[in-house]
């Protein structure tokens, strides 16, 4: 079992890097925002395998409250990316 929690944080890890490439090139503000919502994403897939090889339950608590406000962040920036123009 512990092999398989090594690979699934050297996804994730990969995951992340390929989120903050796409943050830093864009090429525009669409894809940066699916960029951060997708690595917010991650961050609770982290938070649940941490919980699950520590055994500690706050980082469940920790998930929860990073994927409410990774989905009310993601609702904003969509919201203010609505009236812009963002042709590539």
Do not use: H
């Amino acid at each position: 079992m512990n092999n398989f929690f090594q690979a699934a944080m050297l996804l994730l890890t990969l995951g992340c890097l390929m989120c903050l490439y796409r943050i830093g090139r864009g090429p525009t503000a669409p894809d940066r925002t699916i960029s951060v919502d997708i690595l917010g994403t991650l961050m609770v897939g982290f938070c649940c395998c941490m919980a699950l090889v520590t055994g500690q339950d706050y980082y469940l608590t920790v998930a929860i409250a990073w994927a409410m406000t990774n989905f009310v962040g993601t609702l904003a920036l969509a919201k203010y990316l609505e009236g812009r123009c963002y042709d590539a």
